[in-house]
């Protein structure tokens, strides 16, 4: 009986943890742009840019983003990083490891 609760109590704790996981990543799905660029963060991992360009958006690169905790590492797309980032409501900041920060809005 005691193991029963125990494998019942670790399976929560995994799920739990899952849970917490992929609300962190989801969080950055959608499209962020700032005054000249744009990113969307699909769900499969991949990420695309966009450029502002005489009054329209041309896109520019495609490639793939992955988070670890509060840590943002992105490939195939010209941007640098890694970066450290936080989402306060509908502003998405992004730091990377020289200081220099980017904020992006999301767009609804």
């Not at 609760?5 to 992929?22: D, N, Q």
């Not at 990420?47 to 896109?59: E, M, P």
């Not at 793939?64 to 936080?86: E, I």
């Amino acid at each position: 009986m005691k193991i029963k609760i125990k494998c019942i109590a670790v399976a929560m704790l995994i799920f739990i943890s899952l849970g917490l996981t992929a609300c962190g990543r989801s969080s950055l799905v959608g499209t962020w742009e700032n005054s000249n660029r744009r990113l969307e963060f699909f769900s499969d991992g991949s990420v695309s840019q966009s450029y502002h360009i005489s009054g329209r958006w041309d896109l520019s690169a495609h490639g793939t983003w992955v988070t670890d905790g509060n840590r943002l590492s992105l490939t195939g797309v010209r941007v640098g990083g890694p970066f450290t980032f936080s989402i306060s409501g509908d502003t998405l900041t992004v730091e990377d490891d020289n200081g220099m920060t980017i904020v992006w809005n999301r767009v609804r």
